[in-house]
């Protein structure tokens, strides 16, 4: 595994995997000046949601405040749909010009989201509704209870000749055409044996996504890294993943899983460990 911007080294010989520690628009700079005719293969993205706002959830039956950190909270409209464009640009010069990007939300940002994709050029394919089963109850009992995220899945332009596995979708779905509801519970417990990050997401979901619009081989990447649940999908599926994410806890917490899941596989490992730093190399 390849880790840029990180000083601890690790133990297991590489993945196919690269890791930054580092803002996520400075690293994709950096990587559009090195591959201007884009070089991934899918992008899955869950970036902030900015819904933390001092409110209240339940979680594990008791009473917990929803804020998540500092990267969550609003700066107000504006200044949100600013960042989402400006991550958004970048997303779409760094597919591939046959890739296609996931990205992942409530109603607190997927309206900016899917405005600024249009804004974008990228051409809509489907909003897929993540229903869950077993969602937190509300605790004001003022609103419906929220059960659902949107996922919106979308090609670089309109020229794009995107990949869509129908046949493989069709056969997990009871060999009918798989439609654009998802149920999936919320992460396993076995999917937090090395921690928690407060917005994971299931590990099914995550390989369906990868499964769906890549092959054995491609290039996925996640610029909101997170506990790395795009990684370890990515590289169980015979993917190649690159991934970025600001909060060092976090990076740990990435790294740990995709280990943890090779030492589990117990796959021969492709390559020798390489660490550098954003500053000295830009890959």
Same mark, same amino acid.
């Given at each position: ?6 000083? /601890? ?19 994709? &700079? ?25 409110? $209240? ?7 917990? %405040? ?7 909270? %609003? ?22 010009? /046959? ?7 409530? *109603?607190?940002? $997927?309206?900016?989201?899917? #405005? ?10 489907? &909003?897929? $509704? ?11 009992c003022r609103t419906f209870t929220h059960s ?9 332009? &309109? ?9 493989? *979708? ?18 396993? *417990? ?27 081989? &491609?290039?996925?990447?996640?610029? #909101? ?14 993917? $190649? ?24 596989? /117990?796959?021969?490992? %492709?390559a020798s460990e390489t660490i550098c730093n ?6």
């Amino acid at each position: 595994m390849h880790i840029y911007g990180h000083d /601890n080294l690790m133990e297991e010989d590489a993945l196919d995997a690269s890791l930054y520690h580092a803002n996520c628009l400075d690293v994709m &700079d950096a990587l559009i000046d090195a591959h201007p005719e884009g070089c991934f293969d899918m992008i899955f993205a869950d970036p902030p949601y900015f819904l933390s706002n001092g409110g $209240i959830t339940c979680k594990a039956g008791k009473m917990v %405040s929803v804020d998540k950190g500092a990267w969550d909270k %609003s700066q107000g409209a504006n200044v949100n749909h600013d960042f989402n464009h400006d991550w958004l640009s970048r997303c779409q010069k760094l597919l591939k010009p /046959n890739g296609t990007l996931w990205v992942s939300g409530t *109603m607190h940002v $997927i309206f900016s989201v899917g #405005f600024a994709m249009q804004q974008l050029g990228f051409k809509m394919l489907n &909003d897929i $509704i993540w229903e869950k089963p077993n969602p937190p109850p509300n605790l004001a009992c003022r609103t419906f209870t929220h059960s659902t995220e949107t996922i919106l899945w979308a090609a670089k332009n &309109d020229k794009a000749k995107h990949y869509f596995n129908y046949d493989a *979708m069709k056969q997990e779905n009871e060999n009918k055409q798989m439609k654009s509801v998802w149920r999936f519970t919320a992460p396993k *417990m076995d999917e937090k044996t090395y921690g928690k990050h407060p917005t994971q997401k299931p590990m099914a979901l995550l390989k369906r996504c990868i499964a769906a619009s890549t092959k054995a081989g &491609d290039v996925v990447f996640d610029p #909101f890294c997170g506990s790395g649940t795009t990684g370890v999908a990515a590289l169980g599926l015979q993917r $190649i993943f690159c991934g970025v994410e600001l909060e060092v806890e976090y990076v740990e917490l990435a790294k740990k899983r995709m280990v943890g899941a090779y030492k589990k596989a /117990n796959v021969e490992p %492709s390559a020798s460990e390489t660490i550098c730093n954003l500053e000295e190399e830009r890959c």
